[in-house]
Every structure is written in structure tokens, then in C-alpha cells.
């Protein structure tokens, strides 16, 4: 009865209203009265999310109604619509967040829900467009109280979303600026650099009229050193442009090209040969450095880095390369400046300090010692790019024949065997079991290269067992993958590995890939977009997107260290349908499908360049790796996850909250 009397006053208001606006006309005062007030607002959650908040203020005893009624109810339900666009994606549906009143009717029988006094109502999003844009939209809704309801106009709302500029993991670049503090420290102690340190703080602080005067220009010295290798980074990365660091991590010539040089690197420093830059550049820079002042100073920095070149180069140049396997701009820029504070703290320290100068020990045979510790584990670092060029191939084209990788050159025993040769080398040379051309002739072993040996056995040892299958966690993504290996770890899911989209490539040109990485702990991967989509609509689950790389050392290091917990991969084993989309995939697209990006305005030729695209367009990055759950339409069920994050707790829940959004 009492919902008879509620629809009947809302047609009673309805006819009123009609006959209002017939006797008033469109300039008459009738209004229907408000007894909802709205207000609109948003709130930033990180770079690329941000909550749409519509808060509803109810008259005293006026109600509104949740988004689900009971089937059986004849009151309307809040319903928002909203004006999709590509700016942004809508994650999920509108949270209600209020006093929820539920209550029993028997005249009809029905569940009532509604909220009492005010409610907000919360929509998050995913942002694309970072310029700033507006989401715009509308809400329709009943309104209440114990008498009679009303059915108010849809009210037109409008969220204006900031201009956002996107910020970088501070962790990964104070993990390139450590790296590069440790690379100064080792190129310190080498023959190049470590007697330079006594003798210009005493050149400066003899030349001078003052020991005041003698500090500032040892800190300018210090200083100008800084800026000179960060002014090096600077050229390097604005030469390489913003795109740079992710060709050289990715492209399989420029990882051989980095190898060879590493290799040549790794023999000077065992005594080969020696790599001088031209002895007239250093003359030009000692002889402005003669004329004092300012420009004296920043010359005779100059000078030091120049003819400490043959021991900074190879450290520099591994810093580059390490730089670039991460894919960040600043990179190298921040690595250069960790690199040339390491290298310039000890002229200003022992400038301020100088009987700190009698405590350093006397130059002699350990500094070359240093020099070939150093060259041995460069040619172990070179490894990594020889495996990076296998992994992603040549991409020769000569004749309409293609190779492409994985070739199975480098397969991850034939690593890890090379590494346990090195670091047993590295031990025997500390004890003196092994000599070099230019070493001294070494006494007796002291304590530290006993150290020094039992850690670098220990290494060897540790590796041991990654030759039969071991994990081998603590150096992460170095070595190829455990399912590149000589004789386990194939996938027969991958077909060869070669992607289906390859596949299906209708060019007349042969294609070679020898040998495939497989999916990770036997996992059931496919490795082309659509398709992923028709199977899990097919069968009824989410879709975990893998944007990776054969390059991606981070991806190995999730793989590693994140999938392999039992509690992420039964989740990805049971609940999803994972597709890996290989962003440095060097494969071809027929013809038909090479375009341009709408995106970025690159050329879209290969297989790599159509999921790079992809992730750059439908989710707004270019991380290694990146985690996207999305449902058969592509729709984003939770915010992306990107980058190495060791914590499985949350990667774990960040694959429980996509099935929980996940609506069949």
C-alpha cells in the first residue's frame, strides 16, 4: 500500500509538473524542488590514477537509492554514465561509500536499499592523456521520503583532470647513481687515477699563496671533474634522444658491438695493450692549464680525464650500458654523476685534510693488481651483451634471408661455465698462482687478497649449481633465463617460439629462429594480443598482459624472483590467461600490417614494434616489464604494474584485486 501511494504521488507530480510547464510556458516560475544537492570533485591517487568523487546532500527524510536494487523493486536505482574517451579508462565500477539503510517490504514483497542524510559515490580511473582533459558525464536518480518520490533531470557533471607530469622511480635511479659511485671507487684505484690524488693536492696547496686559496682550487678542481663527466653523459643521452637507451638494450648489434668493446677493454686492462687517447689532445688541455685562474683549474681536470682514459673508459663505458638495459632517460646522466663524485671526493677531501695524505699507501705492483681484477670481470660483464645479442638476434637482411634469435650461441650453462672459469682465475691470480706481464713480483699473499680470493671462490662455487638447474637469485637477470638452457626447460606451448602474428606472415622471405626461451616454470603463454583475448572470452577468465623483451634483464628478475613464488603461479596458472608480448621481438609484419603510430609517430615493422605500440598507446608506458590484467575486451580491471618490485605480497594481491574486478 504504501509503495501504491509513493508511485502514485510520483505521477501525480509528474501530471502537475506537465500542466505547469502547459501554464507557466518555458518562461514560468514552476521548479521542481531539490531536495538532492550535488558537488563534484576529484582526487589524485599517483601519476596515472584519480578518483572521481560525486557527493550527494539529501533534505531531512529524503533518501536515494543504491546503483543495485532487489529485482522485485519498483524504485529507479542511481545510475552514472559516463563519457568515455581515449584521455582515460574507467577501472571497475562506481563505489557507493554512505549509511545504507536495507529494509523489508511485504506490500509488495521487495529489499529496499537506500542511503540516508549524504553518500559519495567514487569512480576511479586510469589516465592516458597527461596534458589534462575533462571527464564529462551524467546521473540520473530517484529521490524519496516516507510519502511520496520524485524523478529529478539527470544532472550533468564535469571533471576537469590536471595536467600530470609523470615522475620516474626514484629507487631506480638511485640504484644507477650507486652503481655509478662503485664503478669511481674502483676506477680510483687504479694506476691511472690513485697517484694523481697526492700529487695535485700538493700541487695546489704548494702553488698557492694560502692554504685557503690552495682548498678552493683543489674544490674547483674536484668540481670541474664532476661537471666535466656529467656534461659527457648529458652529450651521450641527448645524442641517443629519449628513445636511445631502449635500442641499445634491445638491439642484438649494438649488445655484439658493446661485447667486442668490452672484450678489447677487459685484455688492455690485463696488460694486452694499452688504450691512450691522442697524446695532442692532452697536450692542448696541460697547456691551457698552465695559464691559471678559472679556466687553469677546469683544464688540469680536463687533462686528468684524459689521460686517465685508458682506466675510466672501460668503467664508463660499462656504466653506459648498464644505463641502457634499464631503458631511462636520465640514466646515464645521474650514473655519470654518482661515477665523478667517487672519482673528485678524494681531491677535496684530502685539499681540506692534507695530513690525510700520509696515510695513503705507497703506489706500486697492486695497483696493477687492481687493473686486472678489473679486466677479468669486465670480460665476465661482456658475457651479458653476447647473451643479449643471442637472445634478441641479428636481424641480418641480405637476400630476402632473415636470421633472427634466440640462435643458441650463449645458452645459460655455457655462461655460467664461463663465469665460474673467470671468478676461479680471479682467485688464483690474488694468491699469485697466475702473473700478468706487468705485475711485480708478489712476495708474500696479505690478508686482504686471502679475503679478496676466498670471496671470489665462494662466487664460483655459488655458481656451481646453476649449471644443473639452480636458480641462482642473487645475480638475478645476468645470465640467460633457466629455460634457454642445453637440455631442459623447452616449452612446446611457444611453437619454437615464434609469434603467432610471425606465423601467420605472408612474405616470401625465409625466416630462421633456432631455438626458443619457452614460458617461465611451464606456464601456458601465448605471445599474440588478439588471440589471448578470443581464448579467455572462450573460457571465461582474465588476461595478464607480459609486455617483456628477450633484452629485459628486470623481467628475468621477476620471472625469478616474483612468479616463482607457488602462491603467484597458481594464480597465473589457474585464473588467468597469460599472453608474453616480446617488445624487441625482431620478426617482420607482412606488409599489410606495417604502419605508422597514432601514438608516437613511429614506423610499425616488426612484431616488437606492434607491442611496443600497444603499450605505449592503450596504457601510456614504455616500462620492462609491464603487468596489465584486462578482461576479453581489453578492459583494464586494476592499475598497471610496471618495473622490478620485488615484493610478492603485493604483486599477489595485484593479481587477486584483477580477479576480484573480473565480472564474466
Known amino acids: 500500500m504504501k509503495n501504491f501511494l509513493r508511485v502514485a504521488g510520483a505521477i501525480l507530480f509528474f501530471v502537475f509538473s506537465i500542466d505547469a510547464n502547459a501554464q507557466f510556458g518555458n518562461g514560468g516560475t514552476f521548479k521542481i524542488p531539490e531536495h538532492v544537492k550535488w558537488t563534484f570533485s576529484t582526487e589524485q591517487v599517483n601519476d596515472s590514477e584519480f578518483v572521481l568523487i560525486s557527493h550527494a546532500k539529501m533534505d531531512k527524510g529524503w533518501h536515494v537509492y543504491t546503483q543495485k536494487l532487489d529485482p522485485r523493486a519498483v524504485q529507479i536505482p542511481t545510475l552514472f554514465t559516463y563519457s568515455v574517451t581515449k584521455d582515460f579508462v574507467l577501472n571497475d565500477s562506481t563505489k557507493e561509500v554512505g549509511n545504507v539503510i536495507t529494509k523489508e517490504d511485504n506490500d509488495p514483497k521487495e529489499t529496499e536499499t537506500y542511503f540516508l542524510d549524504s553518500v ?14 575533462t571527464v564529462k558525464g551524467n546521473v540520473s536518480y530517484q529521490t524519496c521520503d516516507t510519502v511520496s518520490c520524485m524523478n529529478p533531470p539527470a544532472v550533468n557533471f564535469s571533471f576537469t583532470i590536471p595536467s600530470v607530469k609523470k615522475t620516474e622511480s626514484k629507487s631506480g635511479y ?27 693536492v700538493s700541487f695546489f696547496t704548494k702553488r698557492s699563496k694560502d692554504k685557503k686559496k690552495g682548498l ?7 668540481s670541474s671533474i664532476i661537471v666535466i663527466y656529467v656534461l659527457l653523459g648529458l652529450i651521450i643521452t641527448a645524442i641517443l634522444g629519449p628513445d636511445g637507451m631502449n635500442v641499445i638494450a634491445s638491439n642484438g648489434w649494438v649488445n ?34 698552465e695559464k691559471g685562474g678559472f679556466m ?18 672501460p668503467i664508463v663505458g660499462s656504466l653506459l650500458a648498464e644505463a641502457a638495459s634499464d631503458g631511462k632517460y636520465w640514466n646515464l646522466v645521474i650514473g655519470m654523476f654518482g661515477f665523478s663524485v667517487a672519482v673528485a671526493l678524494p681531491f677535496a677531501l684530502f685539499a681540506a685534510f692534507p695530513a690525510w695524505l700520509n696515510t695513503l699507501p705507497q703506489s706500486g705492483g697492486w695497483l696493477n693488481s687492481v687493473k686486472v681484477v678489473l679486466g677479468l670481470l669486465e670480460i665476465a660483464f661482456s658475457l651479458k651483451f653476447l647473451s643479449t645479442s643471442d637472445l634478441v638476434g641479428l636481424h641480418i637482411k641480405f637476400l630476402h634471408f632473415h636470421i633472427n634469435g634466440p640462435m643458441g650461441i650463449l645458452k645459460r650453462e655455457i655462461f655460467i661455465a664461463l663465469w665460474i672459469v673467470i671468478f676461479v682465475l680471479i682467485g688464483l691470480y690474488l694468491l699469485g698462482k697466475i702473473k700478468f706481464h706487468h705485475d711485480s713480483e708478489l712476495k708474500y699473499v696479505s690478508v686482504t687478497r686471502v679475503m679478496l680470493a676466498i670471496i671470489a671462490f665462494t662466487f664460483a662455487v655459488y655458481l656451481l649449481p646453476g649449471m644443473f638447474g639452480a636458480p641462482l637469485k642473487l645475480i638475478g637477470g645476468f645470465p640467460p633465463p633457466e629455460r634457454y638452457s642445453e637440455g631442459w626447460g623447452f616449452s612446446a606451448n611457444n611453437d619454437n617460439g615464434k609469434s603467432d602474428t610471425a606465423k601467420n606472415s605472408t612474405s616470401g622471405s625465409r625466416r630462421v629462429r633456432n631455438e626458443s626461451i619457452g614460458c617461465p616454470f611451464d606456464l601456458n603463454c601465448l605471445t599474440n594480443y588478439d588471440s589471448a583475448l578470443a581464448y579467455a572470452k572462450r573460457i571465461n577468465k582474465p588476461v595478464m598482459i607480459d609486455f617483456t623483451g628477450y633484452s629485459c634483464a628486470n623481467c628475468r628478475k621477476m620471472e625469478a624472483d616474483v612468479w616463482s613464488d607457488p602462491r603467484v603461479l597458481n594464480v597465473m596458472k589457474n585464473d588467468y590467461v597469460l599472453v608474453s608480448l616480446y617488445c624487441d621481438e625482431s620478426n617482420e609484419l607482412p606488409v599489410s600490417q606495417q604502419t605508422v603510430s597514432k601514438t608516437t609517430g613511429n614506423k610499425i615493422e616488426t612484431v616488437g614494434d606492434k607491442w611496443s605500440d600497444l603499450e605505449a598507446s592503450a596504457f601510456n608506458s614504455a616500462a620492462r616489464p609491464l603487468y596489465a590484467l584486462v578482461d576479453a575486451n581489453g578492459k583494464l580491471l586494476t592499475p598497471v604494474k610496471g618495473g622490478y618490485d620485488p615484493d610478492i605480497d603485493a604483486y599477489v594481491k595485484f593479481l587477486e584485486d584483477g580477479k576480484k574486478n573480473f565480472h564474466p
Open 120 to 133: 559519495n559515490y567514487r569512480q576511479r580511473i586510469t589516465i592516458r592523456n597527461f596534458k589534462g582533459f
Open 296 to 313: 687553469g683549474v677546469f683544464f688540469m681536470a680536463l687533462t686528468l680525464c684524459l689521460v686517465s682514459f685508458s682506466c675510466t673508459a
Open 174 to 200: 638511485g640504484l644507477i647513481w650507486l652503481l655509478g659511485f662503485l664503478g669511481g671507487l674502483a676506477a680510483l684505484f687504479t694506476p691511472c687515477v690513485f697517484p694523481m690524488v697526492p700529487l695535485t
Open 256 to 289: 655484439l658491438a658493446f661485447f667486442i668493446i668490452f672484450v678489447i677493454f677487459g685484455f688492455s686492462f690485463l696488460g694486452a695493450f694499452e688504450l691512450t687517447l691522442p697524446s695532442s689532445w692532452v697536450n692542448k688541455a696541460d697547456n691551457v692549464s
Open 216 to 222: 678552493r682550487n683543489s674544490i674547483l678542481y674536484a
